[in-house]
């Protein structure tokens, strides 16, 4: 796949700061992050004066951009987040036993141990599963489809996701300043070498969403292949008795997002209480009406 031009203008929030250290050099970079990370701990207070509610959160979401780099931790996140999903959901779907009996492959998604001790004692134990370590849209892809056989990631979504683990590799191990060196690796974005990644609140937040919902789609594709696979397995009158393997999978994918309300106290209560009893009950019945919902889900989707 060749390589395009980006297109999408990474936006950047200016900021004017006065420095009395020279953050060209090495020793005063380095001490102009450390009181980075020092003034993210003391956010601005606007509580006082004569701002009403509306100008104090105008000054709040102004004060995301100057407390640089604040918006560029919260892209951090949300890309860890999608990484993390991946390798979470792919281990859990290893350790399922009716999932590994229809799919094999899937034990190539399991974190492994390393097979002899670490050289040095801080260094990792075990090793990320097989494609899906880093969001590398390619590599997942093709990790999903020899253990599931299918390609969750649109091949369209390929450069945006690179140039967005780029910018989260960029913000963890360079203090969000991209790198000259780095410019020609960005495939989506147009960025600008020496630059702190400060991109308005508005931006990070329509990433985020971007992030979720594309995190929803392979969350749901991934389902989609494994429910096909056991309910066929499984043959005509399925639903009327789920077996505990459909069960344990759609505990597995969280009641498909479900979500029943109750009346019962909920937090802890002391075991053998009337409150506990109460509450032990309560949650069977949502349990019970959670797979309702999930079964009717699945009925629509491949019949009874």
Not at 9 to 31: C, D, H, M
Not at 114 to 119: G, I, L, Q, T, Y
């Amino acid at each position: 796949m060749s390589m395009p031009s980006p297109t999408v203008q990474l936006p950047e929030v200016p900021v004017s700061e006065w420095n009395a250290i020279n953050t060209r050099t090495a020793s005063g970079l380095f001490a102009y992050r450390q009181m980075q990370a020092i003034n993210l701990l003391e956010l601005p207070d606007y509580g006082g004066g004569d701002l009403d509610a509306s100008q104090r959160r105008e000054a709040l979401r102004d004060a995301v951009s100057l407390q640089k780099p604040l918006a560029a931790l919260a892209l951090f996140l949300g890309v860890v987040a999608l990484e993390d999903f991946l390798r979470d959901l792919a281990s859990r779907l290893a350790d399922t036993p009716s999932c590994l009996a229809h799919f094999p492959g899937l034990a190539s998604l399991r974190a492994r141990k390393v097979s002899k001790p670490p050289e040095k004692m801080f260094m990792r134990l075990d090793s990320d599963p097989a494609g899906v370590g880093v969001l590398d849209p390619e590599r997942i892809n093709e990790a999903f489809k020899l253990a599931l056989g299918l390609e969750p990631i649109p091949a369209a979504e390929f450069w945006h996701l690179r140039d967005l683990a780029l910018l989260r590799h960029t913000v963890a191990h360079h203090g969000a300043v991209i790198r000259k060196v780095d410019v020609p690796r960005f495939a989506h974005f147009i960025v600008a070498p020496g630059r702190v990644i400060n991109p308005p609140p508005e931006f990070v937040t329509g990433e985020l969403t971007y992030l979720y919902k594309l995190g929803r789609q392979i969350e749901n594709g991934v389902r989609n292949a494994i429910f096909t696979s056991l309910i066929k397995a499984e043959g005509e009158g399925w639903s009327k008795n789920p077996s505990r393997d459909i069960v344990e999978l759609i505990e597995l994918f969280a009641f498909f997002g479900h979500l029943e309300t109750t009346n019962v106290v909920v937090g802890y209560s002391k075991p053998g209480s009337e409150l506990r009893l109460r509450q032990e009950a309560e949650a069977l019945r949502i349990r019970t009406l959670l797979l309702q919902k999930c079964i009717s889900d699945l009925i629509s989707e491949f019949g009874e």
